[in-house]
């Protein structure tokens, strides 16, 4: 672990004072099962705290650079940002997967390319940047690595809305109409239904998506519609 830690500050451009706290990052709760008396709790702790510090810092980066949009735009695209797999993305990017202690169970499953654990110890990285070297720096290194090139382009192309909402505003601001969606097939037992939707546009087909709940087979057909829209 040592040598992908140095390899891992190296790359960010930071070193860490207290390496104990970096390391605990990287401890997942199910290596623990196998490890009774790791000298290290699981990163869980370090989530958490990483969770807030990240929320806090969008805010911020948001308010200073959007300084246009209301607080339900904020909340929006900070949803956007701060999903798991935004996080799982620059998880992967930093080869966190590969540093993260797993139970062998755990990695057989294919743990280090899971995006939930990739996403948690980001979060738990934060909080470690954080806890060693300050607000400051944990605020340039998630501009640096989550915002940048990114959080501009969602601004900009409204990214931040869920797919039905983006479908809804180009369809409105174009044909000033609203697209209709229509429930194709459900089938499955109670507890796992499955739903096809399809949606059009003045009887025009225009895509269609499944979904364990209707409105979750509406943001897919409405996906594949703007998918569909682009080419």
Not at 31 to 39: D, I, R
Not at 98 to 121: F, H, P, Q, Y
Not at 131 to 147: C, Q, S
Not at 210 to 217: Q, R
Request: charged residues 30%.
């Amino acid at each position: 672990m040592n040598k992908l830690l140095k390899l891992l500050e190296k790359r960010i451009k930071i070193t860490f004072i207290n390496k104990k706290i970096v390391e605990n990052v990287f401890i997942h709760r199910s290596f623990l099962n196998e490890h009774k008396h790791s000298e290290f709790p699981s990163n869980e702790k370090l989530e958490f705290l990483g969770d807030s510090v990240l929320s806090l810092i969008t805010s911020i980066y948001l308010y200073k650079n959007f300084p246009l949009l209301d607080e339900g735009t904020y909340t929006d695209i900070k949803a956007s940002v701060v999903r798991t797999e935004s996080l799982a993305e620059v998880g992967k990017k930093l080869d966190l997967g590969m540093i993260v202690l797993l139970s062998k169970g755990e990695e057989l499953n294919g743990g280090r390319e899971n995006k939930n654990i990739l996403a948690d110890c980001f979060e738990a990285f934060i909080a470690a940047i954080f806890i060693d070297k300050g607000f400051d720096v944990a605020y340039t290194f998630i501009v640096e690595w989550l915002f940048k090139g990114k959080l501009d382009y969602i601004v900009k192309n409204k990214l931040y809305l869920s797919p039905k909402s983006r479908l809804q505003e180009y369809i409105q601001a174009k044909y000033r109409k609203l697209p209709i969606y229509t429930t194709q097939e459900e089938k499955g037992p109670e507890h796992k239904k499955e739903f096809l939707v399809s949606v059009n546009f003045d009887s025009e087909f225009l895509g269609q998506g499944k979904g364990s709940s209707k409105k979750e087979a509406e943001e897919a057909a409405a996906k594949n519609a703007l998918e569909k829209l682009k080419e």
